[in-house]
């Protein structure tokens, strides 16, 4: 009867463990997998070799406030000031509200967690009486209360402030940012940095002569992707690049200056003859005041407002300069509603002496074409491509790397499956843990270009709160930012020639030794209104 | 021959349903584990149904988010391991269906709803997270591991 129960004992313990040899043949099964996966992945980034690059590291902000002040309060001068870290009593409600109806919008908690920059807004200069005053509003933090100059040169001449932020129509940038830096004023402005091609040399020396801290205002300089796709471009991972596909795609009003019109706006509210400036005389339009932008006398059209951006993404990455040459063609065709820019838009920009390397044989390394190509009508995303000979480069604030079917530097890992053409060979994304809530279509243009927001340690920021910060850093340490005068010129002159190429309708070349339009004379580019 | 109530055929079906979901439940969880990258934010943000606010809101929350990622990848791996060796099979298997409801309430394949993520299969009303809930409940109302498993062990105590 013993017996019995130890033999049946014996089965018993022997049937109770009789599944734990299953998980010896997970284990194995399961490590198998894992290191075939993990060689793969490890063989491509050794051929690679792609770091994601460490972000710039700017000085610390301690010391005596920075004093601001800012002239133009509309969109892009209040989104400006945020990034600085001073937002509306409105804007703050605004957020809020939006973040109980989604609590995915956080952008409220981001502004309030946002860095300490140690700056006081010690000006305000808008000739519209109502954004001066929500300017005076926003900058009222601590006691301190900015002082609205009625005129820019007062605030120029007034030893109160030490750097100035330009959000104005373009062609106002120039003009103020020349008038800030004789001043001994630092100076961020916003792009397209000028509005004419003569004061494009005259910004440059100005700035080149008061050694005054200058910062254009493309702020993806500081988009964590772009950091790592320069070192892509740098390990020669696409090979030769033949081509860059750029678009914009936009199908709101929004998206096509259609701004709304305060209604409060009128000559008693608006200085309109400030606004004016160097533009060609006229009545008071309310029109004109709050959609500039649909106008060559104030604005640089799709050219100078968001090719700019396109073209300063690219040339963070390449580094290829001004082109050689520019066609651009379009026209009206989606918002007939009086503008004079065009709402679809074409440009050709010719590189033939560019290289980023190659890994074929010599003399197969030269040339490129930058192709932008923009509609106000369709929003659909195409996405940016840098299209080279060994693979395709896609870059937003994510960026991946598919290899060519047909690449010569892959072509061995190809045949052998280790790299497959129809998945992404590397992918880059610093919000792997993040969750994103962009509202608006027009929000999620830029986001998606990497324009909005970058990633620090995995953690979302506002890419303009960066971008402002390596400028003061500058002024606080001295150093030069990362969208200097050389850049700004580069991506000013770039889009000039696009504009002149429209409004000339001729292709427009550039003299390198000369530094300027080679085939256009002074008096075509005055019958435009560019000279 | 009866062994625990069970004919020999019924038991050793009843323990290999039992291991194909216990193996698919450890690998799920160890996979995410692997990957420092992954998060159940993704998921949770394409949520859709009548519970896709509250998932939405967890994904929002990024301290939350580090607790909801632990509990699921141990949850998935705990749950897997006492499915294979019969070990607290009852907890395992209750724990085992409340993560698989929850997966479900997330992404209901409800008439009329789309999701960001492809699915390998085509599913009305019904998916494999369902039938493998229900799998698990069966395996609750016809327990083994009281005789292939280490619970026989407890039961003896």
Same mark, same amino acid.
Request: include cysteine; proline fraction near 3%; charged fraction near 25%.
């Given at each position: 009867?013993?017996?019995? &129960?130890?033999?049946? /004992?014996?089965?018993?313990?022997?049937?109770?463990?009789?599944?734990?040899?299953?998980?010896?043949?997970?284990?194995?099964?399961?490590?198998?997998?894992?290191?075939?996966?993990?060689?793969?992945?490890?063989?491509?980034?050794?051929?690679? &070799?792609?770091?994601?690059?460490?972000?710039?590291?700017?000085?610390?902000?301690?010391?005596?406030?920075?004093?601001?002040?800012?002239?133009?309060?509309?969109?892009?001068?209040?989104?400006?000031?945020?990034?600085?870290?001073?937002?509306?009593?409105?804007?703050?409600?605004?957020?809020?509200?939006?973040?109980?109806?989604?609590?995915?919008?956080?952008?409220?908690?981001?502004?309030?967690?946002?860095?300490?920059?140690?700056?006081?807004?010690?000006?305000?200069?808008?000739?519209?009486?109502?954004?001066?005053?929500?300017?005076?509003?926003?900058?009222?933090?601590?006691?301190?209360?900015?002082?609205?100059?009625?005129?820019?040169?007062?605030?120029?001449?007034?030893?109160?402030?030490?750097?100035?932020?330009?959000?104005?129509? =373009?062609?106002?940038?120039?003009?103020?940012?020349?008038?800030?830096? %004789?001043?001994?004023?630092?100076?961020?402005?916003?792009?397209?940095?000028?509005?004419?091609?003569?004061?494009?040399?005259?910004?440059?020396?100005?700035?080149?002569?008061?050694?005054?801290?200058?910062?254009?205002?493309?702020?993806?300089?500081?988009?964590?992707?772009?950091?790592?796709?320069?070192?892509?471009? %740098?390990?020669?991972?696409?090979?030769?690049?033949?081509?860059?596909?750029?678009?914009? /795609?936009?199908? =709101?009003?929004?998206?096509?200056?259609?701004?709304?019109?305060?209604?409060?706006?009128?000559?008693?509210?608006?200085?309109?003859?400030?606004?004016?400036?160097?533009? !060609? +005389?006229?009545?008071?339009?309310?029109?004109?005041?709050?959609?500039?932008?649909?106008?060559?006398?104030?604005?640089?059209?799709?050219? #100078?407002?968001?090719?700019?951006?396109?073209?300063?993404?690219?040339?963070?990455?390449?580094?290829? #300069?001004?082109?050689?040459?520019?066609?651009?063609?379009? #026209?009206?065709?989606?918002?007939?509603?009086?503008?004079?820019?065009?709402?679809?838009?074409?440009?050709?920009?010719?590189?033939?002496?560019?290289?980023?390397?190659?890994?074929?044989? %010599?003399? +197969?390394?030269?040339?490129?074409?930058?192709?932008?190509?923009?509609?106000?009508?369709?929003?659909? =995303?195409?996405?940016?491509?840098?299209?080279?000979?060994?693979?395709?480069?896609?870059?937003?604030?994510?960026?991946?790397?598919?290899?060519?079917?047909?690449?010569?530097?892959?072509?061995?890992?190809?045949?052998?499956?280790?790299?497959?053409?129809?998945?992404?060979?590397?992918?880059?994304? !610093?919000?792997?843990?993040?969750? =994103?809530?962009?509202?608006?279509?027009?929000?999620?243009?830029?986001?998606?270009?990497?324009?909005?927001?970058?990633?620090?340690?995995?953690?979302?920021?506002?890419?303009?709160?960066?971008?402002?910060?390596?400028?003061?850093?500058?002024?606080?340490?001295?150093?030069?930012?990362?969208?200097?005068?050389?850049?700004?010129?580069?991506?000013?002159?770039?889009?000039?020639?696009?504009?002149?190429?429209?409004?000339? #309708?001729?292709?427009?070349?550039?003299?390198?030794?000369?530094?300027?339009?080679?085939?256009?004379?002074?008096?075509?580019?005055?019958?435009?209104?560019?000279? | 021959?009866?062994?625990?109530?069970?004919?020999?055929?019924?038991?050793?079906?009843?323990?290999?349903?039992?291991?194909?979901? @216990?193996?698919?439940?450890?690998?799920?969880?160890?996979?995410?584990?692997?990957?420092?990258?992954?998060?159940?934010?993704?998921?949770?943000?394409?949520?859709? @149904?009548?519970?896709?606010?509250?998932?939405?809101?967890?994904?929002?929350?990024?301290? *939350?988010?580090?607790?909801?990622?632990?509990?699921?990848?141990?949850?998935?791996?705990?749950?897997?391991?006492?499915?294979?060796?019969?070990?607290?099979?009852?907890?395992?298997?209750?724990? @085992?269906?409340?993560?698989?409801?929850?997966?479900?309430?997330?992404?209901?394949?409800?008439?009329?709803?789309?999701?960001?993520?492809?699915?390998?299969?085509?599913?009305?009303?019904?998916?494999?997270? *369902?039938?493998?809930?229900?799998?698990?409940?069966?395996?609750?109302?016809?327990?083994?591991?009281?005789?292939?498993?280490?619970?026989?062990?407890?039961?003896?105590?």
């Amino acid at each position: 009867m013993k017996e019995d &129960n130890n033999e049946l /004992n014996r089965r018993d313990v022997l049937k109770g463990l009789a599944t734990v040899p299953v998980l010896g043949a997970f284990w194995g099964v399961a490590q198998t997998k894992k290191n075939k996966d993990s060689a793969v992945k490890e063989q491509i980034f050794k051929e690679l &070799n792609i770091e994601a690059a460490k972000p710039p590291v700017s000085g610390s902000m301690e010391g005596n406030p920075l004093r601001i002040g800012i002239i133009g309060f509309g969109i892009r001068g209040e989104q400006l000031l945020r990034a600085a870290g001073f937002a509306t009593k409105e804007w703050k409600e605004e957020m809020k509200k939006n973040n109980l109806e989604n609590p995915k919008d956080l952008r409220l908690k981001e502004f309030l967690e946002q860095e300490k920059l140690n700056i006081k807004l010690n000006g305000v200069c808008d000739v519209f009486d109502v954004r001066a005053e929500s300017a005076i509003e926003a900058g009222s933090v601590d006691g301190n209360k900015p002082k609205r100059y009625l005129h820019f040169e007062e605030m120029m001449a007034s030893p109160d402030i030490d750097a100035v932020i330009i959000a104005t129509p =373009d062609h106002w940038h120039a003009p103020m940012a020349m008038a800030a830096a %004789k001043a001994g004023k630092h100076v961020y402005v916003e792009k397209c940095m000028t509005h004419k091609v003569g004061e494009t040399y005259d910004l440059k020396k100005t700035i080149e002569d008061t050694k005054i801290v200058f910062q254009l205002g493309h702020q993806h300089r500081q988009t964590q992707s772009f950091l790592t796709a320069q070192d892509i471009i %740098k390990k020669n991972v696409l090979g030769h690049v033949s081509l860059i596909q750029v678009a914009t /795609n936009r199908n =709101d009003d929004n998206g096509a200056w259609q701004y709304e019109i305060h209604e409060k706006a009128s000559p008693k509210t608006i200085d309109w003859q400030q606004f004016l400036g160097n533009a !060609p +005389k006229r009545e008071f339009d309310a029109q004109r005041f709050f959609r500039w932008r649909k106008w060559w006398d104030y604005g640089t059209g799709l050219s #100078g407002d968001l090719l700019t951006h396109d073209y300063d993404r690219i040339n963070t990455i390449l580094k290829m #300069g001004i082109p050689d040459s520019v066609m651009a063609s379009g #026209g009206v065709y989606t918002h007939i509603d009086g503008r004079e820019v065009p709402d679809v838009f074409q440009v050709v920009m010719e590189f033939p002496n560019y290289t980023s390397g190659t890994s074929q044989e %010599k003399g +197969k390394e030269k040339g490129m074409t930058f192709l932008y190509t923009s509609t106000l009508g369709n929003q659909y =995303d195409r996405g940016t491509l840098v299209m080279g000979h060994d693979a395709t480069l896609e870059l937003g604030a994510q960026l991946t790397v598919m290899a060519d079917p047909r690449s010569t530097r892959y072509k061995e890992m190809i045949e052998s499956g280790l790299i497959k053409t129809d998945v992404p060979m590397y992918s880059y994304n !610093p919000s792997a843990k993040g969750v =994103d809530a962009v509202s608006g279509a027009t929000a999620k243009y830029f986001a998606n270009k990497g324009m909005m927001y970058t990633y620090r340690d995995g953690k979302r920021v506002d890419s303009t709160f960066l971008h402002i910060k390596e400028w003061l850093s500058c002024i606080r340490h001295g150093g030069t930012p990362s969208c200097n005068i050389q850049q700004g010129f580069e991506e000013a002159m770039s889009a000039h020639m696009a504009t002149a190429s429209l409004r000339l #309708g001729k292709k427009i070349t550039w003299d390198h030794e000369k530094q300027r339009m080679a085939n256009v004379s002074e008096a075509e580019l005055r019958s435009v209104g560019m000279a | 021959m009866k062994i625990g109530g069970y004919s020999k055929g019924q038991l050793w079906s009843l323990v290999v349903l039992r291991l194909f979901i @216990g193996w698919h439940f450890l690998y799920e969880g160890i996979v995410k584990l692997w990957n420092d990258n992954w998060s159940a934010s993704g998921y949770l943000v394409d949520s859709k @149904g009548l519970f896709a606010k509250m998932f939405e809101s967890m994904a929002a929350n990024a301290s *939350l988010m580090k607790v909801v990622d632990m509990m699921n990848v141990w949850g998935l791996i705990l749950i897997g391991l006492a499915l294979i060796v019969g070990f607290l099979v009852k907890p395992a298997i209750w724990g @085992g269906v409340v993560l698989l409801v929850f997966y479900y309430l997330s992404h209901p394949p409800m008439i009329g709803y789309t999701f960001a993520m492809p699915s390998e299969g085509s599913y009305l009303i019904i998916n494999k997270n *369902l039938i493998e809930a229900a799998a698990l409940v069966v395996l609750a109302l016809f327990p083994t591991s009281n005789v292939v498993g280490l619970d026989q062990f407890l039961k003896r105590k």
